[in-house]
């Protein structure tokens, strides 16, 4: 990697609230810079939905062609 180029991370969090992100870099010889930390809020819980819809498809693995056929009939 460059010096200066941007790193994008992503991650999921499964409850609400505020939470705080460090962080900081090293270079090619190990030498470590100063951290740098900010807080961010998580308004809602979001991954309880999907944790819900994850465990639904995998309890229940032919529900989405069958979801998919009962919309398309109310559709039509």
Do not use: C, V
């Not at 499964?14 to 810079?33: C, L, P, V």
Request: zero cysteines.
């Amino acid at each position: 990697m460059d010096s200066g180029e941007a790193i994008i991370l992503n991650h999921t969090w499964s409850e609400r609230g505020d939470y705080t992100i460090t962080a900081s870099a090293q270079d090619f010889w190990n030498a470590k810079g100063s951290e740098a930390s900010f807080t961010i809020t998580i308004p809602r819980n979001k991954g309880a939905a999907n944790t819900f819809i994850l465990q639904l498809f995998q309890r229940f693995p032919n529900i989405f062609p069958i979801l998919q056929k009962l919309l398309k009939f109310g559709l039509n």
